[in-house]
């Protein structure tokens, strides 16, 4: 035990240095694989668990939802999506950021990014709800947190990548994000709601659209809620592998795109491919090197140590649960979501497993406590997105404004804590 | 040599790009078609999931020249900066130093898992063609990405060599 925790000491010293999070988890695990095993051990094992990796066939499914936000993302459908939620929330006070949220929703459930949508809406929802006098805090902080919603709600990367670590089904996390997401979605509509509650100038109403406008903008939406229907509609039936269902949402966003005048070029093809081939290429590194060091933490016994530790301790499932998501969200602020799939699942697996937790509830507790390591101080990744895509926004606005959000992800995380029904009622459906 | 690297990564880029979207794309072409094909005509294709798992591998292998000719992989950024400012030069030369070593150690692995698989004969499980094909394109992707990531710190660091020169005769 005391050599991998030597091992993350390490880990995390280099990683704070600016070692590629990639290589420093590869080396350090390489490393202290050889310590315990020796040299010749440890790089046939690095050798095979990289080949191994890059060809695991489960793995598929990253480049291919991937490619489909990024189709989804090339295709401009954020200005519907936008469109389409303000007819029917744009008059009420708060509205624009309200449709910020659902928009923010919409573009989530077909595309398992939360920086590009958040990267998405800001140009389309900051301009409308500047226009709209909007305060800065709350218009930024909308945005950077609706972009979170981007891992929760299915198709999501991070679910996938928990769903490879933690050997659990994806389809039947895809299902559990849903209802979780919805959860997360109204209770930042409640945030909007309290906060222009408290300060009615941050959000004035928008003009209402003529029913022309509304029937127009709900129509455009059409397309992606089919895509949508299909990818998950799919899984839940058992049509496809998750993998097919994301060969069949490439397929279906990039038709998309091609009905609205994109990816009509050869140049916009190989753009979208090149954006997509090399988002996976950056997160395999990440994932090659952790799963190298995750084998260095179970040669080192420390995953089955903790399951003494906890025994001793008289932890119970709920408390361990708690335990291991108050570390997630330390992580959060230093890793980031993939980061703490990867190093924090695996060294927990055996210990989860022990006090027989249900995985896939405990998938979507870490995946929302990741949701709140994007907004969070020091990284906060979303929030530097949205800073990026509007660089007049004071960073310290970005950060006040994301503080109801906060507040409405740790209500959400209680009531999923709570009732985990809210994640396993549309598994069980399933099981 | 200058001018040598300045010529050699453009063009190692473009093919690795051209490379890695053709690769993804028939990913992408071969899941649907499979599943068109096994609902529609209950033909679905061959040992279509071994090749998927191949088509994965090499396009991550060759859009990870890519990613190491830009350096753009993935970096915990709390302290980078402020560290970057206090020694920039010795910061600059360790990092960049130790992602060739673990690039370099990643190729000389894969390598060698290419160069068993050929010697063993062995061959992929469902359509049973040679795995030295796959091994070997990943092994030598994985040595082309390395050679992008020398190329890619060089060219990085002659413009930034310029950068300060300019700075400084600006200064003066």
């Known amino acids: ?431 | 040599m200058e001018s040598f690297i300045k010529y050699l990564l453009p063009r190692i880029v473009y093919l690795v790009k051209i490379l890695s979207a053709v690769l993804l794309f028939i990913m992408m072409a071969l899941t649907f078609i499979d599943v068109l094909g096994r609902y529609l005509f209950n033909a679905p294709i061959y040992g279509s999931a071994e090749m998927i798992q191949f088509l994965l591998a090499l396009t991550i292998f060759s859009a990870l020249g890519i990613v190491n000719a830009d350096d753009s992989h993935i970096v915990v950024e709390v302290f980078e900066e402020r560290i970057r400012k206090f020694i920039p030069n010795l910061h600059g030369y360790l990092i960049q130093g130790f992602s060739v070593l673990a690039m370099a150690f990643i190729s000389w692995q894969l390598y060698i898992f290419a160069e068993d698989s050929y010697h063993l004969g062995s061959m992929t499980t469902v359509l049973e063609w040679p795995l030295i094909i796959v091994t070997g394109s990943v092994a030598f992707l994985s040595i082309l990405s390395l050679i992008c990531l020398i190329c890619g710190l060089f060219v990085k660091n002659l413009y930034k060599k310029a950068e300060d020169n300019k700075t400084s005769s600006g200064s003066n």
């Open chain 1, 1 to 431: 035990m005391t050599i991998a925790l030597v091992g993350f000491a390490v880990l995390i010293l280099l990683c704070f240095f600016g070692f590629r999070v990639g290589f420093a988890t590869l080396i350090v695990g390489v490393i202290g694989f050889a310590y315990l095993r020796g040299w010749s051990a440890a790089f046939a094992m690095a050798g095979t668990q990289v080949m191994e990796d890059a060809m695991n066939y489960n793995l598929s499914v990253i480049p291919l939802f991937i490619l489909m936000g990024v189709f989804i993302y090339k295709a401009e459908i954020s200005n519907d999506l936008f469109d389409a939620a303000y007819a029917g929330l744009g008059q009420f006070r708060g509205g624009l950021a309200l449709s910020t949220v659902v928009a923010c929703a919409g573009f989530s459930a077909v595309c398992g990014s939360s920086l590009a949508t958040a990267a998405t809406m800001t140009k389309v929802s900051m301009p409308a709800m500047k226009r709209y006098k909007y305060s800065d805090s709350l218009a930024s902080g909308t945005i950077a947190s609706g972009g979170t919603l981007g891992i929760m709600i299915p198709p999501s990367v991070p679910l996938v990548i928990y769903g490879i670590v933690s050997e659990q089904d994806i389809g039947l996390l895809f299902m559990a994000g849903i209802i979780p997401g919805l959860l997360l979605v109204c209770l930042f509509m409640i945030a909007v709601a309290c906060v222009v509650r408290l300060d009615p100038k941050a959000g004035p109403a928008g003009d209402p659209l003529s029913p022309e406008k509304k029937r127009r903008a709900l129509r455009s939406v059409g397309p992606i809620l089919f895509l949508f229907v299909l990818v998950l509609g799919g899984i839940y039936g058992s049509i496809f592998t998750p993998t097919e269902a994301s060969g069949i949402g490439a397929v279906g966003a990039a038709l998309i795109a091609l009905s609205r005048g994109f990816l009509r070029t050869w140049n916009e093809w190989l753009d979208a491919l090149v954006e997509a081939s090399k988002t996976t290429a950056a997160l395999f590194m990440c994932i090659f090197g952790a799963l190298v060091f995750a084998q260095f933490i179970n040669l080192s016994g420390m995953p089955f140590d903790l399951i003494f530790i906890v025994d001793d301790l008289g932890l119970s499932a709920t408390q361990l649960v708690m335990f291991v998501a108050f570390i997630a969200i330390i992580m959060g602020m230093i890793f980031e979501s993939i980061g703490i799939l990867l190093l924090l699942v695996p060294v927990f697996l055996p210990s989860l497993y022990q006090a027989n937790v249900d995985m896939i509830w405990f998938g979507i507790i870490v995946v929302i406590v990741t949701e709140l390591g994007l907004i969070t101080p020091p990284i906060g990744m979303n929030v530097f997105v949205v800073k990026s895509v509007a660089p007049n926004v004071a960073l310290s606005k970005i950060f006040l404004g994301v503080i109801p959000f906060i507040i409405a992800i740790f209500v959400g995380l209680v009531l999923v804590f709570v009732f985990p029904q809210i994640a396993v009622f549309l598994p069980g459906l399933l099981r």
